[in-house]
């Protein structure tokens, strides 16, 4: 069992940045595929960035190309993401998820096994 915990939301304005992390307990960080999801209030979950357990490539929606990173730190068992340039459509839960060895689809949220709480962003215009 893997737990994941986020940190780092918050009450920004149109223009700030953020940096989430997320803490996982498992052993074998380093063979999981992390990514970020968002919920916006009466919407589905949505993909916003994957970091591959292979490494590589950095996958992202096109909704936050540009403007958000995801990075990972397997020494520290943590993923990050950095957004700049937060817009109001941003305003959103965010969760981090994994599963081990997921080598694509990364923006299906059904492949992910293991998710966390989840934690606030809410950006003002």
């Known amino acids: 069992q893997v737990q994941l915990v986020e940190s780092g939301g918050g009450l920004v304005q149109a223009g700030d940045s953020l940096r989430l992390s997320c803490a996982a307990s498992?052993?074998?960080?380093?063979?999981?595929?992390m990514g970020w999801f968002r919920q916006a209030p009466g919407k589905e979950r949505e993909f916003v960035a994957a970091?591959?357990?292979?490494?590589?490539?950095?996958y992202y929606a096109d909704s936050v190309k540009g403007r958000f990173t995801i990075s990972r730190d397997n020494a520290k068992n943590t993923v990050y993401l950095q957004m700049n340039s937060l817009k109001p459509e941003d305003t959103a839960v965010y969760y981090c998820?994994?599963?081990?060895?997921?080598?694509?689809?990364?923006?299906?949220?059904?492949?992910?096994?293991?998710w966390g709480q989840g934690t606030q962003v809410t950006v003002s215009s």
């Open positions: 998820a994994a599963h081990k060895f997921l080598s694509g689809d990364y923006e299906t949220p059904k492949l992910y096994t293991y």
């Open positions: 970091i591959p357990w292979s490494g590589g490539s950095t």
């Open positions: 498992a052993r074998t960080f380093s063979l999981y595929t």
